[in-house]
């Protein structure tokens, strides 16, 4: 990193958007929140002060949330089914659970991931020539 003439770094520490994503915290420095609801992005990181207004995931975090929690989801009653027979009504009270369970639990680092995969490929930031 390089030191800016305040002593502080002007390019932003190297955190592992992954790490980032799946503890919830500001991708830029690392330590600040990144939520202020459950999937409320802060406006400025409270640490770094990195503006996420203009970071924008859309719906592609809960499109491959839904698609992992589905596919393990189904994957296992279909297993299950093979090779075990149990009766429908059970493996759908067994799935349905389970299946919102892994979908609230993973949309936040899910999220997360979204925005600092964001922010590292510097997507929606052109130089315009």
Known sequence: MT???TGQSSQPARIDPIR????CRC?????GRLYAGFL????????????FTRLNTG???????MQISGGL?????????I????????????????????????????????IALQMRNKAGQHDHV
């Open 73 to 81: 989801v189904v994957f296992s009653a279909l297993f299950a089914m």
């Open 27 to 31: 991708p830029n420095c690392g330590e």
């Open 20 to 23: 980032a994503g799946l503890l």
């Open 83 to 114: 090779a075990w027979n149990p009766p429908i009504w059970l493996l759908l009270l067994i799935a349905m659970p389970l299946t919102v369970g892994l979908s609230v639990g993973l949309m936040r680092p899910g999220k997360g991931v979204m």
């Open 59 to 65: 719906d592609g975090a809960a499109i491959f949330i």
């Open 3 to 5: 030191e800016g003439p």
């Open 40 to 51: 409320k992005v802060v406006d400025r990181c409270e640490v770094c002060a990195f503006d």
